[in-house]
Nanobody
Framework: QVQMVESGGGLVQAGGSLRLSCAVSGRTFSNYAMAWFRQAPGKDREFVAVISRSGDNTHYADSVKGRFTISRDNAKNTVYLQMNSLKPDDTAVYYC???????????????WGQGTQVTVSS
Protein backbone atom coordinates (compact mmCIF):
# COMPACT_ATOMS: atom_id res chain seq x y z
CA GLN A 1 0.00 0.00 0.00
CA VAL A 2 1.47 3.30 -1.12
CA GLN A 3 0.67 6.39 0.86
CA MET A 4 1.36 9.83 -0.54
CA VAL A 5 0.59 12.83 1.61
CA GLU A 6 0.85 16.38 0.31
CA SER A 7 1.28 19.41 2.52
CA GLY A 8 2.20 23.07 2.25
CA GLY A 9 -0.78 24.47 0.43
CA GLY A 10 -2.60 27.59 1.52
CA LEU A 11 -3.65 31.12 0.67
CA VAL A 12 -1.04 33.52 -0.69
CA GLN A 13 -1.08 36.86 -2.44
CA ALA A 14 -0.05 37.19 -6.05
CA GLY A 15 3.72 37.37 -6.31
CA GLY A 16 4.19 35.28 -3.21
CA SER A 17 5.71 31.84 -2.73
CA LEU A 18 4.72 28.45 -1.38
CA ARG A 19 6.57 25.17 -1.01
CA LEU A 20 4.60 21.97 -1.39
CA SER A 21 5.82 18.66 -0.01
CA CYS A 22 4.73 15.12 -0.76
CA ALA A 23 5.82 12.40 1.63
CA VAL A 24 5.73 8.87 0.22
CA SER A 25 5.66 5.58 2.09
CA GLY A 26 5.03 1.96 1.26
CA ARG A 27 7.25 1.58 -1.79
CA THR A 28 10.87 2.20 -2.71
CA PHE A 29 10.64 5.91 -3.40
CA SER A 30 13.75 6.05 -5.57
CA ASN A 31 12.21 3.56 -8.01
CA TYR A 32 9.64 6.11 -9.15
CA ALA A 33 9.62 9.27 -11.16
CA MET A 34 7.58 11.84 -9.30
CA ALA A 35 5.34 14.54 -10.69
CA TRP A 36 3.02 17.33 -9.68
CA PHE A 37 -0.31 17.91 -11.34
CA ARG A 38 -2.99 20.48 -10.60
CA GLN A 39 -6.72 20.85 -11.12
CA ALA A 40 -8.54 24.16 -11.09
CA PRO A 41 -12.32 24.31 -10.59
CA GLY A 42 -14.15 23.27 -13.74
CA LYS A 43 -10.94 22.30 -15.54
CA ASP A 44 -9.15 19.08 -16.32
CA ARG A 45 -6.19 17.97 -14.25
CA GLU A 46 -3.01 19.24 -15.87
CA PHE A 47 0.67 18.42 -15.69
CA VAL A 48 2.91 20.82 -13.77
CA ALA A 49 6.35 19.22 -13.37
CA VAL A 50 8.15 15.87 -13.26
CA ILE A 51 11.46 14.73 -11.81
CA SER A 52 13.39 11.58 -12.62
CA ARG A 53 14.12 8.84 -10.12
CA SER A 54 17.62 10.14 -9.43
CA GLY A 55 16.60 13.78 -9.53
CA ASP A 56 18.95 14.51 -12.43
CA ASN A 57 16.22 15.35 -14.92
CA THR A 58 13.25 17.66 -14.64
CA HIS A 59 10.57 18.92 -17.01
CA TYR A 60 7.99 21.67 -16.57
CA ALA A 61 4.80 22.87 -18.13
CA ASP A 62 5.36 26.08 -20.06
CA SER A 63 2.96 27.90 -17.75
CA VAL A 64 5.21 27.40 -14.71
CA LYS A 65 8.67 27.27 -16.27
CA GLY A 66 11.03 29.71 -14.56
CA ARG A 67 8.71 30.11 -11.55
CA PHE A 68 8.36 26.60 -10.13
CA THR A 69 11.09 24.14 -9.15
CA ILE A 70 10.59 20.45 -8.50
CA SER A 71 13.08 18.58 -6.35
CA ARG A 72 13.30 15.38 -4.35
CA ASP A 73 15.11 13.96 -1.36
CA ASN A 74 15.34 10.20 -1.74
CA ALA A 75 16.66 9.82 1.79
CA LYS A 76 13.47 11.43 3.11
CA ASN A 77 11.11 9.86 0.55
CA THR A 78 9.81 13.31 -0.25
CA VAL A 79 9.25 15.37 -3.37
CA TYR A 80 8.90 19.14 -3.29
CA LEU A 81 7.46 21.87 -5.45
CA GLN A 82 8.82 25.36 -4.81
CA MET A 83 6.41 27.87 -6.30
CA ASN A 84 7.52 31.47 -6.72
CA SER A 85 5.94 34.50 -8.37
CA LEU A 86 2.54 32.94 -7.92
CA LYS A 87 -0.36 34.15 -10.03
CA PRO A 88 -4.13 33.86 -9.52
CA ASP A 89 -4.15 31.40 -12.45
CA ASP A 90 -2.06 29.05 -10.30
CA THR A 91 -5.04 28.55 -8.00
CA ALA A 92 -5.84 24.84 -7.97
CA VAL A 93 -5.67 21.63 -6.01
CA TYR A 94 -2.15 20.29 -6.41
CA TYR A 95 -1.50 16.55 -6.51
CA CYS A 96 1.71 14.57 -6.39
CA UNK A 97 1.89 11.36 -8.39
CA UNK A 98 4.31 8.50 -8.99
CA UNK A 99 5.16 6.60 -12.14
CA UNK A 100 7.81 4.11 -13.22
CA UNK A 101 9.33 6.34 -15.86
CA UNK A 102 10.23 9.99 -16.31
CA UNK A 103 8.53 9.70 -19.71
CA UNK A 104 5.28 8.20 -18.40
CA UNK A 105 2.01 9.55 -19.70
CA UNK A 106 -0.84 10.64 -17.46
CA UNK A 107 -2.51 7.22 -17.49
CA UNK A 108 0.69 5.57 -16.28
CA UNK A 109 0.76 7.44 -12.97
CA UNK A 110 -0.47 4.70 -10.68
CA UNK A 111 -0.18 6.41 -7.33
CA TRP A 112 -1.68 9.73 -6.30
CA GLY A 113 -1.88 11.87 -3.21
CA GLN A 114 -5.10 13.36 -1.90
CA GLY A 115 -4.23 16.88 -3.03
CA THR A 116 -3.53 20.18 -1.33
CA GLN A 117 -5.32 23.45 -2.09
CA VAL A 118 -3.34 26.43 -3.32
CA THR A 119 -5.20 29.72 -3.58
CA VAL A 120 -3.56 32.84 -4.99
CA SER A 121 -5.36 36.10 -4.40
CA SER A 122 -4.99 39.12 -6.69
Amino acid sequence: QVQMVESGGGLVQAGGSLRLSCAVSGRTFSNYAMAWFRQAPGKDREFVAVISRSGDNTHYADSVKGRFTISRDNAKNTVYLQMNSLKPDDTAVYYCAAARSFYSGYSEYGYWGQGTQVTVSS
